[in-house]
């Protein structure tokens, strides 16, 4: 599967970016899929995974309660909505799939997206 996020841009403090990663390619609905972060200077980090169903949902702690993931099978999209952004929140955001949740949530990917690049000014 190929993936293709988008969405990102420049916002101030305290405002709200949805992302979008667009799939192609078979078995789409199999995959868990996964949106992780780098900042300049930084290693990799796990924001969200969603399940293949979506019915399961993992957030990594500086986000949650402030990022929702969500997907549409029918449409080969997965999103990640980004509300009360902060300054530290600006970093290259990438889609990722993989086979299970719990191993994307670890890095272990099966296929990673182009990234797009978030900016929150203070």
């Known amino acids: 599967v190929q993936l293709q996020a988008s969405g990102g841009g420049l916002v101030q403090a305290g405002g709200s970016l949805r992302l979008s990663c667009a799939a192609s390619?078979?078995?789409?609905?199999?995959?868990?899929l996964g949106w992780f972060r780098q900042a300049p200077g930084k290693e990799r980090e796990f924001v969200a995974v969603i399940s293949w169903s979506g019915g399961t949902t993992d957030y990594g702690d500086s986000v949650k309660g402030r990022f929702t993931v969500s997907r549409d099978n029918a449409k080969n999209m997965v999103y990640l909505q980004m509300n009360s952004l902060k300054p530290e929140d600006t970093a290259v955001y990438y889609c990722?799939?993989?086979?299970?949740?719990?191993?994307?949530?670890?890095?272990?990917?099966?296929?990673w997206g182009q990234g797009t690049l978030v900016t929150v000014s203070s």
């Open positions: 990722a799939a993989g086979g299970m949740s719990a191993p994307v949530r670890a890095g272990y990917v099966d296929h």
């Open positions: 390619g078979p078995s789409f609905s199999t995959y868990a």
